[in-house]
């Protein structure tokens, strides 16, 4: 059951029910769901829900009506994420884990961990307990497969996940391996899920053979009611009577998961088809139908595999399966990041450098405006969002320190560049570090008793009202009110409480003000992106370096252009964008943007910048990322 506490409850109240909720055996959770304080209450204690809901400090006692309680989304209504090192499962970034399907020798999982790494997997899979279906076949390297799989993670960064096969197990895995794997046999191995519950580590429950998902979310319960919360679902197929492929995936658990749990669902395509040709298609419809991350059988020599050759990607197929849902992830508001680890890493020291042990990167607006998601999506959760009032403000908090990070759009896929951005870049001293895309999808969002016909006024920053252009034309007779974030405009019309005004903004700003969405995606064109850059005072010691921002001006005469440009060509260098600004105070003279593929700070490019200096009356290095 969950008790949901009264706004003004005290500590001695909340002392006294927890104490009568242990006397009774419950298993208790405390938590904070939506602004409201609850517990989680499970287990099954003589006294009925009037009993608690009389306790002082105790507004209402809602009962969970499903048979797993503690994975149950109805009482954790939010998505649980599960660390694992840097890595975050379950977040807004696809989590790759890749890797053969038993640890073979040093050398066999040091190459495919160094291939798979390079292609965007962030965890390192291969078994060592391997529990095959015929006593003959290869059983794995057991512990000697463990060491090799710790030695994978002190030579790539990669965390290593395995499969644990008996309890007895358990202290060896504590010692070497990052994530613990219950594989489909083992699923209603209730010792073994007891064991894995107690000892803590992060752990993927694959689904069972033949197991309804009832049966899966149970067996994720004794995990959890053992006091571990990090559960990762893993999908991999089920038995059916069909027999073209390995087992039958069964996709639509993935939505079906995603309403009864909290917990992050994951895809093995490799398992579940057996088959080569059909794991990358089945991957790319797992993230599009919402997974968290995939599981991928990878092997550079699959026709003398040990085992599972016959479903393993190459490397290569497997870095074709990255970049296709690397294209995929945004559409489902998600990113896959090739450079997580890295970024992960570069963040890492800069907090060791500046001594606070905490980083801040300031957005526009309030939490729930597209700055705040790339925020978030960018970082993930190592670095404080800083809500900021303006974008000069965003660069005047990077320039004096107060934060680490400023996070700016810079282009829209449909109306074009954010020009005040691009002035600020050249005003201020500051350095791009990185940079990442987002799908924008625009909801109009009303009060929750408000409709078409009762609106009269809409409020969104000039932007959104841009990129919603047709959809507004519709509705000729709204007054349109330019605001400076989409998040405040649901704030404000919050507060107004008014049926008559309505907000354009994103699904999180409704749910975190509790408005209503009345119409999904009114954005005039899907295919709605924008690049935001993240700013900082000093390059990342580490950072991924694969693209380059630059600003010059030239001489004011014929062919001026074309000997920068020339430079590009001659050096094989690949600009993906170009852009004039004019320049302030000087009527009819422009600064050139570019954004080139190549790291013009390196060594190798000294000679190219040289050039540039030359034929360029102004130049200034943006940075690269
Ligand atoms: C594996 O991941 O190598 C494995 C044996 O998977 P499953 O338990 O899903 O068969
Ligand atoms: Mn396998």
């Not at 419950?26 to 608690?52: C, H, P």
């Not at 696809?94 to 790494?117: F, M, N, W």
């Not at 979310?217 to 990762?232: F, H, R, T």
């Not at 497997?318 to 998600?334: E, H, N, S």
Request: charged share 25%; aromatic share 8%.
């Amino acid at each position: 059951m969950i008790l949901v506490l009264e706004k003004g409850i005290t500590q001695d109240q909340k002392n006294n029910i927890r104490s009568i909720l242990f006397k009774e055996g419950y298993i208790v959770r405390e938590m904070s769901e939506a602004g409201q304080n609850i517990i989680g209450a499970v287990g099954k204690g003589g006294k009925d829900t009037d009993f608690f809901e009389q306790l002082p400090g105790v507004a209402k006692v809602i009962p969970i009506s499903t048979s797993f309680k503690l994975v149950s989304r109805q009482l954790h209504t939010e998505d649980t994420q599960v660390q694992v090192g840097d890595v975050l499962v379950g977040g807004e970034r696809i989590t790759i884990i890749a890797g053969p399907c038993a640890v073979e020798s040093r050398d066999q999982a040091l190459t495919i961990a160094r291939e798979v790494k390079r292609y965007g997997a962030v965890l390192f899979r291969g078994g060592a307990f391997k529990p095959r279906t015929s006593p003959y076949s290869f059983q794995g390297l057991q512990e000697e497969g463990l060491k090799i799989l710790a030695e994978v993670r002190e030579a790539t960064g990669l965390g290593v996940v395995t499969e644990i096969t008996s309890p007895a197990q358990a202290d060896m895995m504590m010692k070497y391996i990052d994530v613990v794997q219950v594989g489909a046999r083992n699923m209603q191995n209730f010792e073994l899920l007891k064991c894995v519950g107690r000892i803590g580590k992060p752990v993927v429950l694959k689904r069972g053979l033949s197991s309804t998902i009832e049966e899966w979310l149970m067996s994720a319960e004794y995990i959890l009611s053992e006091g571990n919360d990090k559960v990762i679902l893993c999908e991999r197929g089920i038995r059916t009577f069909e027999p073209y492929t390995r087992n039958t995936l069964d996709l639509s658990a993935i939505p079906v998961l995603k309403t009864l749990t909290h917990l992050p669902v994951i895809i093995d395509p490799s398992h579940a088809t057996g088959i080569r040709e059909k794991v990358s298609p089945m991957a790319r419809a797992a993230i599009a139908a919402g997974a968290d991350g995939l599981m991928i059988e990878v092997h550079h020599d699959p026709d003398h595999a040990l085992s599972d050759g016959p479903q393993s990607l190459y490397p290569k197929q497997f870095g074709q399966l990255t970049r296709d849902i690397y294209v995929i992830a945004p559409v489902i508001g998600k990113q896959l990041d090739f450079d997580y680890l890295d970024k992960a890493k570069a963040v890492d020291h800069l907090s060791k450098t500046n001594g606070t042990g905490i980083q801040r990167a300031a957005f526009l607006g309030e939490i729930g405006t597209f700055s705040h998601k790339a925020c978030t999506q960018y970082f993930g959760n190592k670095v404080a969002a800083v809500p900021s009032p303006s974008f000069k403000s965003i660069f005047e908090s990077v320039k004096s320190g107060e934060v680490d990070f400023g996070v700016v759009p810079l282009e829209n896929s449909l109306t074009g560049s954010i020009h005040e951005n691009y002035d600020l870049l050249l005003e201020y001293d500051l350095r791009i570090v990185g940079e990442i895309t987002l799908r924008i999808i625009h909801h109009l969002i009303g009060q929750p008793d408000a409709g078409f016909n009762t609106i009269k006024r809409v409020l969104s920053p000039p932007m959104a009202f841009q990129q919603c252009r047709q959809f507004l034309e519709r509705h000729a007779g709204w007054d349109l009110v330019p605001v400076k974030d989409t998040a405040g405009a649901v704030k404000e019309i919050g507060e107004s409480a008014n049926p008559a005004d309505a907000a354009i903004a994103s699904k999180e700003a409704a749910e975190i003000h509790g408005m209503e969405v009345i119409e999904e995606g009114i954005e005039t064109n899907p295919r709605n992106y924008t690049r935001f850059v993240v700013i900082g005072i000093d390059r990342l010691e580490k950072g991924p370096r694969r693209k380059s921002s630059l600003i010059f001006s030239t001489g004011n005469q014929p062919g001026a252009l074309y000997d920068v440009l020339k430079i590009f060509a001659d050096n094989g260098i690949n600009l993906v964008k170009l852009e004039s600004r004019p320049i302030h105070d000087k009527p009819w003279e422009y600064m050139f943007y570019v954004d080139l593929e190549a790291e013009v700070e390196s060594e190798a490019f000294k000679p190219t910048l040289d050039l540039l200096d030359d034929k360029t009356d102004y130049l200034k290095v943006l940075g690269s990322y």
